[in-house]
């Protein structure tokens, strides 16, 4: 069983759509960063959260200590938001990453 | 301010040799993280270095090393290459240890046949 489960795997969305990513965890965990990859391979990071919530332009990012849960909100989804989406966690000295969830936004 | 750049780009090693990959960390940074992501997978975290130091290590085995210099740039050493080594090598580079957002670099993909 992976420490850090995303879903959906794939996510296909209209322009203009709000879209949510989930991602669940079973460690205990310091932070958790959202992350970017386009194709290619450049990873950009998008938030570092330890708690509550995050916004930046139009993505917001929520986390439940809790239930072990963040989600990763597009608002106004656009094409340039296409790319695979990644959750991490630090748990102690280790890092741990979901397998992504690979967004296309159709114009 | 310089982003944090790694050497080389892509890499052909045949099983059973030695590779050496360089991480350049943006300026000011002084913790290096290693990831090794395989094709249509996410990274997976091979360690991290703060100042000079080990400071976490993912479950690779021991041929995989690392060093972190003076000057806060690291390098990744894989002895006795694998086919399943082959895959994208990333670095990123952060201020204070990991609480810190992380700075990648645009990779080192690394094919052994």
């Known amino acids: 069983k992976n420490e850090v489960e995303q879903s959906p795997q794939n996510l296909t969305a209209q322009e203009g759509e709000f879209i949510t990513i989930n991602c669940s965890y079973s460690?205990?965990?310091?932070?958790l960063h959202w992350l970017q990859q386009h194709p290619g391979g450049g990873i950009v990071s998008l938030f570092m959260?330890?708690?509550g919530k995050k916004k930046h332009g139009r993505l917001i990012a929520t986390i439940n200590i809790q239930e072990k849960h963040s989600s990763l909100h597009i608002t106004a989804s656009h094409p340039r938001d296409s790319a695979v989406y990644i959750c991490?966690?630090?748990?102690?000295?280790?890092?741990?990453f979901g397998t992504g969830t690979s967004l296309t936004v159709i114009p | 301010e310089t982003g944090v750049t790694q050497s080389p780009t892509h890499l052909i090693k045949t099983r059973g040799q030695q590779v050496t990959l360089r991480c350049s960390s943006q300026?000011?940074?002084?913790?290096v993280s290693w990831y090794q992501q395989a094709l249509g997978q996410g990274p997976q975290f091979i360690f991290q270095?703060?100042?000079?130091?080990?400071?976490g290590r993912g479950n690779f085995p021991p041929r995989f090393s690392g060093l972190q210099f003076p000057n806060y740039s690291s390098e990744l050493n894989v002895n006795a290459l694998e086919l399943d080594d082959s895959a994208l090598y990333l670095c990123?580079?952060?201020?204070?240890?990991?609480?810190?957002?992380?700075?990648f670099g645009p990779g080192t993909r690394l094919l052994v046949l």
């Open positions: 990123a580079s952060s201020w204070g240890g990991t609480m810190e957002t992380q700075y």
């Open positions: 460690v205990g965990i310091s932070a």
């Open positions: 959260l330890s708690s």
């Open positions: 991490a966690v630090r748990s102690g000295n280790q890092f741990y």
């Open positions: 300026s000011g940074h002084n913790t």
């Open positions: 270095y703060y100042r000079e130091e080990e400071n």
